[in-house]
């Protein structure tokens, strides 16, 4: 149920209305727009159709939420959710963000020559894995907390902020020791207990979809989140399982026009996994942003052919920097800037 309240609705009424459901049984979030402020309840809906909540006072009107994610969708929040990374860095403005880096952090001045390289193209975010999920046990599993270092140092070096995967609640703590978003790969992303702690902390989160879920489910898994109180919240297509098997995964375009319908939270679109294949990278990182996505994150390794993991979908600095070059005349096009 959203409850939206007149424009000159003051702090008094905004209150009452949060006093009166609190009472029955609801957990009201307020979101405060440029024309109006919505107030979102969660909880029994039930004891709402005793209680006509239109005569409150401040009250226009009172809308029941035909979709099953409320603080997630448009209708709670009609405006774009911007997400402050750091100082220099926020996801879902006019600037589209490029997160870059290895798929997974090797060393410490591997780690800190691609973020020189990755920032001097463009890039604003670095991106490394330190716990990884791979499918076989048998492969390079992420150096851990020494990962974690190296990221920071390279990051703090080159100024850029970084972005890592959590896979275990366990390492949640550590994690946002050493990082500025924390990342919740494809293969977690119904991991409600994960979800419920990274609803807890105060520190943008970023959603992979999931490889064979549907935008609803995603959706629904961002709605654990924000219900647990955080609404920084970025969703990330990253390509989904289809019956095609000449790239790696099929990137559901179709998914950026139809999130930024029904959800105000940014979105990026990762085109290294959402293809696996190198040379497809460039061509729809551009698809990409002609659909409207608010970023990217692409994987890039000095050496592609040596990297520990994803080296078929990883571009290497050079071929970076011609990417990010096409990409501006693209942003361009559509309103947005990259550079
Ligand atoms: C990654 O970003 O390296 C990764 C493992 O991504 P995903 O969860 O999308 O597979
Ligand atoms: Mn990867």
Same mark, same amino acid.
């Given at each position: 149920? +959203?409850?939206?309240?007149?424009?000159?609705?003051?702090?008094?009424?905004?209150?009452?209305?949060v006093?009166?459901?609190?009472?029955?049984?609801?957990?009201? /979030?307020?979101?405060?727009?440029?024309?109006?402020?919505?107030?979102?309840? +969660?909880?029994?809906?039930?004891? $709402?159709?005793?209680?006509?909540l239109?005569?409150?006072?401040?009250?226009?009107?009172?809308?029941p939420?035909?979709?099953?994610?409320?603080?997630?969708?448009?209708?709670?929040?009609?405006? /774009?959710?911007?997400v402050?990374?750091?100082?220099?860095?926020?996801?879902?403005g006019?600037?589209?963000?490029?997160m870059?880096?290895?798929?997974?952090?090797e060393s410490?001045?591997g780690?800190? &020559?691609?973020a020189?390289?990755?920032k001097?193209?463009?890039a604003?975010?670095?991106?490394?894995?330190?716990?990884?999920?791979?499918t076989?046990?048998?492969?390079?599993q992420?150096l851990?907390?020494?990962g974690l270092?190296?990221?920071?140092?390279a990051?703090?070096?080159?100024d850029?902020?970084? +972005?890592?995967?959590?896979?275990?609640?366990?390492?949640?703590?550590?994690?946002?020791?050493?990082? &500025?978003?924390?990342?919740?790969g494809?293969?977690?992303?119904?991991?409600f207990?994960l979800?419920n702690?990274?609803?807890?902390?105060?520190?943008p989160?970023?959603?992979?979809?999931?490889i064979?879920?549907?935008?609803?489910?995603?959706?629904?898994?961002?709605?654990?989140?924000l219900?647990?109180? /955080?609404?920084?919240v970025i969703?990330?297509?990253?390509g989904?399982?289809?019956?095609e098997?000449?790239t790696? /995964?099929?990137?559901d375009i179709?998914a950026v026009p139809?999130?930024?319908?029904?959800?105000?939270l940014?979105?990026?679109?990762?085109?290294?996994?959402g293809?696996?294949?190198?040379? $497809?990278v460039?061509?729809?990182?551009k698809?990409?942003?002609?659909?409207?996505?608010?970023?990217?994150m +692409?994987?890039?390794?000095?050496?592609?052919?040596?990297?520990l993991?994803?080296?078929?979908?990883?571009?290497?600095?050079?071929?970076?920097?011609?990417?990010?070059? &096409?990409?501006?005349?693209?942003?361009?096009?559509?309103?947005?800037?990259? $550079?």
């Amino acid at each position: 149920m +959203i409850i939206v309240l007149k424009s000159g609705a003051t702090e008094e009424q905004i209150q009452h209305i949060v006093d009166k459901t609190k009472k029955m049984g609801l957990k009201a /979030n307020i979101s405060r727009g440029v024309e109006r402020t919505v107030i979102g309840l +969660i909880g029994p809906e039930d004891v $709402l159709r005793v209680t006509p909540l239109e005569v409150f006072p401040g009250v226009e009107k009172v809308i029941p939420v035909l979709a099953p994610y409320r603080l997630v969708s448009r209708e709670f929040k009609k405006e /774009n959710t911007v997400v402050k990374v750091s100082k220099q860095v926020s996801v879902g403005g006019r600037k589209i963000v490029v997160m870059a880096g290895p798929c997974s952090v090797e060393s410490a001045k591997g780690m800190r &020559d691609i973020a020189r390289k990755v920032k001097q193209a463009g890039a604003t975010v670095l991106r490394g894995g330190a716990f990884k999920p791979r499918t076989s046990p048998y492969d390079f599993q992420g150096l851990g907390e020494e990962g974690l270092k190296y990221l920071q140092e390279a990051g703090r070096a080159h100024d850029l902020a970084t +972005i890592t995967e959590v896979m275990d609640p366990r390492h949640l703590e550590l994690v946002c020791k050493y990082t &500025d978003i924390i990342q919740i790969g494809a293969r977690n992303m119904q991991n409600f207990s994960l979800l419920n702690e990274v609803g807890r902390i105060k520190k943008p989160v970023m959603l992979k979809r999931g490889i064979s879920a549907t935008v609803k489910e995603w959706l629904m898994s961002a709605e654990y989140i924000l219900s647990n109180g /955080n609404f920084e919240v970025i969703l990330c297509e990253r390509g989904i399982r289809t019956f095609e098997t000449a790239t790696r /995964n099929t990137l559901d375009i179709n998914a950026v026009p139809l999130v930024k319908q029904l959800s105000h939270l940014p979105i990026i679109v990762d085109p290294s996994h959402g293809t696996g294949v190198r040379e $497809l990278v460039g061509s729809i990182a551009k698809a990409g942003i002609a659909a409207g996505c608010d970023g990217l994150m +692409i994987e890039v390794h000095e050496n592609p052919e040596e990297a520990l993991s994803d080296g078929p979908q990883s571009l290497n600095p050079k071929d970076f920097s011609a990417v990010m070059k &096409d990409l501006e005349k693209v942003a361009g096009a559509v309103s947005r800037t990259i $550079l």
